[in-house]
């Protein structure tokens, strides 16, 4: 099953513009700045003509500069620092590519200024495994992400291009990456895309990872995009908001009945202490309240209530106003827990103020904080990102090194990378400590 890719954030660079050629250029002038023949490069290497381009080169090493050399020279706007060996990629031409990599040692690594490696376009292009396979065998690295924190495999999984996502798996990708876009497992769950799930569980792909993705979006409108990791052991009942709850937010029956059929609790409550069924009740959803209601046990308040004073009951208690509803008194309560060390409590009150205020990106990061202390290093890393990604004016590197750290396990560090910049002012305690 093809993947919608139009919504996904990576899809955003591409397709890349060439940079126009130099107004009134003649190819064979002598004239041309070393600029504007290293603009011609690039068109050159999309289109495969690998004379003209050697012609170019030739140029350029007269003018005594090498081609990477000449890169950096262009100026042009519309240049985003994707060099020839991304648009050979891009364009699938296999004889321009073995001639930038084999004959002129061009790097298979570089990123352009959105840190998009050749591996990107190569997918993005024409989905070329050969190319793919070209790129990989003169040590392109498969787990290279770009500043927002997508990698080739998420990639590959966001085009369906599963001969692509097999090799760089094959090739040592991590099934797992973090990204503002979910990991390539959420993706596919999303998508519905049962066969790409199958791959990426096959290569040990952490299924609780896709259990803890955001709550809008964590439960797919149909069940078999949970069912695979359920197969392979996900917990059914983690965290504050369990996948159950969130299938109740959603309306999705097929998804409720998978996990109550895994063992899912129907009495687990929200942070509200509403439970799966009200939930489903408040929403009016009739289907998903016919499913929970047999195996939900009842409060003290409708006991032995029919399945319509559950749901007259539940939209009362949902339309009663709360005086102490407010972010600002749940966040200075979390902030008390934490400087206490009471990182649960802290944990707890912080996630009642992302319920009311989810724009505010220091309570992801407070929240974060929270979860590495108490040990949820995934958890933790999910919080970090977001809160990365909703300060964009922060270092956009940080991605890359935070997901270098992931790699080699180095969550803490990892964490303290994603929120470099960050001064959250706690009201006993600086967050730099609480960090280090």
Known sequence: MASSSSSLGPRRFFPPRIPDPPPGFRIRSTTLSVADTATLLLPAAYDGDVPQFKMLV?????????????????????????????????SAKMVMCKYLIKDLKLDVNAGGDDGVTPLFFAIYGTASASITRLLLDHHADPNKAAYDGATPLLVAT???????????????????????????????????????????????ADPNVLLHTPLKEAIPAHSFGIEQPIKTGANVNPGTITPLIAAAYAGSTDCIKC??????????????????????????????VDVLFPVTTPSVQVTDSSIGEIIEHAKHMSSKPDVENDGPHFEA???????KSDYAQALNHYT??????????????????????????????????????????????????????????????????????????????PTDKALR
């Open 259 to 288: 996990l109550l059929k895994a063992g899912a609790d129907a009495n687990i409550p929200d942070h509200n202490g509403r439970t799966p069924l009200e939930i489903a009740a408040i929403q009016g959803w009739q289907e998903s």
């Open 158 to 204: 966001v085009e369906d291009t599963y001969e692509i996502a097999e090799l760089l798996l094959s090739r040592r990708a991590y099934a797992d990456p973090l990204s503002k876009y979910g990991t390539p497992l959420y993706i596919a769950a999303k998508d519905g895309n049962v066969r790409m799930l199958k791959l990426l569980l096959q290569h040990q």
């Open 352 to 429: 009642m103020a992302v319920e009311i205020n989810p724009d505010d990106s220091t309570l992801y990061a407070k929240r974060s904080l929270c979860l590495l202390h108490m040990g949820d290093k995934g958890k933790a890393l999910d919080d970090a990102y977001t809160y990365r990604d909703m300060k964009p004016e922060l270092s956009k590197p940080s991605y890359a090194q935070g997901a270098a750290l992931i790699l080699v396990k180095e969550y803490g560090r990892a964490i303290e990378e994603l929120m470099c910049g960050l001064n959250l002012c706690f009201e006993k305690e």
């Open 58 to 90: 030739k140029r350029l090493r007269k003018a005594g500069k090498g081609v990477e050399e000449a890169l950096a020279e262009i100026k042009c706007p519309s240049y985003k620092g994707h060099g020839p060996v991304h648009l050979a990629a891009l």
């Open 333 to 339: 309560q979390g902030d008390d827990a934490f400087c």
